[in-house]
């Protein structure tokens, strides 16, 4: 089983039937097996914030929801985080690609690499970094965590997680 | 008419529909007109009001009301393709229109100016798009519930707002009665 199809089985024993997502590289595979899975509604969404509301609602309606994005959008969604998904204490796993990390080729990821911890521990939001592929045995416990406590918690994936770009 | 009073027109229709209201002066009057444990109130995060919506009708099968605003829509344009691209049958989204950031004393939108959030709509391939003046809100959004289609109503009315209590409630209690109505 690769990783993305461990991600994206993990997903579905954990009950998650709604994805919302941005594109990403690394993370393309689990998007293309989360819209060929029939037990978890794909809805693309235009920008990470959009996402996490579409998600509160899915919650609330009564399914798991799940986010896939990059760690730049920490940076756009702070204010939804903070009084959405925070303040009416809903879970959100947020599956991110760590850009900017070892073996990085694009210089600018790096800047919002640098701020990403920060931000998430600012933010007191649990995060799990994923470095080698073996790490991804922890997302089942993850994704339990995440729906126990009725938080947003983000995992991040890095490159050498994913093996390279 | 002003958006306090489309609201209070709209109040007939809208109840026991599940409803979530945008942040603001209109979360506010609908609390204090007709606070129902089907309303879901957004006490932050502008903008959201249709992605909120969108993401509940998805998830289940009763009708959901976005009310929303021209400037909170303008906030979140990318919602509109979304909206059109993920057809909920079960989904309204109802923009009170009134050319005005009114929350924020009604500084004007591009809405109010050379924007036409309808042709937007239309543009971004939302198939049922109906503009409307507030006397008739309540007519066209009874009529777009009973057509089970999904429908973006744009209703157009003037700016202006009367003085109304913030809301106090907690925001965990919102969310929680508003999941027990709909689980009912």
């Given at each position: 089983m690769t990783v993305s199809e461990k991600i994206v089985s993990d997903l579905v024993a954990n009950d998650v039937q709604f994805a919302t997502t941005v594109p990403c590289k690394q993370l393309g595979t689990v998007i293309d097996l989360i819209e060929e899975n029939k037990s978890i509604h794909h809805v693309p969404c235009n920008k990470e914030d959009e996402g996490m509301g579409l998600a509160a609602g899915a919650w609330m309606g009564g399914k798991r929801p799940c986010i896939i994005m990059q760690n730049t959008a920490i940076g756009v969604t702070v204010n939804t985080l903070v009084t959405l998904t925070q303040y009416y204490r809903m879970p959100l796993p947020m599956l991110i690609s760590?850009?900017?990390?070892?073996?990085?080729?694009?210089?600018?990821?790096v800047e919002m690499a640098v701020h990403t911890k920060g931000l998430l521990e600012q933010l007191k939001i649990p995060a799990f970094h994923f470095?080698?592929?073996?790490?991804?045995?922890e997302l089942d416990d993850i994704l339990k965590y995440t729906f126990m406590c009725n938080k947003p918690v983000a995992i991040l994936t890095d490159a050498s997680f994913w093996q390279g770009y | 008419m002003i958006r306090s009073e489309v609201i209070k027109s709209l109040v007939p229709v809208l109840a026991d529909q599940l409803v979530v209201c945008n942040i603001g002066l209109p979360s506010q009057e609908l609390h204090l007109l007709d606070d129902r444990d089907t309303n879901f109130y957004m006490?932050?995060?502008?903008?959201l009001s249709s992605s909120i919506g969108l993401g509940v009708a998805l998830a289940q099968d009763k009708t959901v009301i976005s009310i929303d605003g021209d400037g909170s829509v303008l906030t979140n344009l990318g919602t509109l393709p979304t909206i059109a691209n993920n057809v909920a049958d079960n989904y309204i989204l109802l923009i009170i229109d009134n050319g005005s950031y009114g929350s924020t004393g009604d500084q004007p939108t591009y809405a109010g100016k050379k924007t036409s959030l309808t042709k937007v709509a239309e543009a971004c391939g939302c198939e049922n798009v109906i503009e409307c003046q507030a006397e008739d809100a309540p007519e066209v959004l009874q009529k777009a519930i009973d057509s089970k289609k999904m429908t973006v109503i744009v209703c157009k009315c003037e700016s202006g707002n009367i003085k109304v209590p913030v809301i106090t409630m907690d925001p965990v209690v919102i969310k929680d009665r508003f999941m027990k109505a709909i689980a009912s």
């Open positions: 760590y850009r900017g990390e070892l073996g990085e080729p694009v210089a600018c990821q470095h080698n592929p073996d790490d991804v045995g | 006490l932050g995060t502008m903008g």
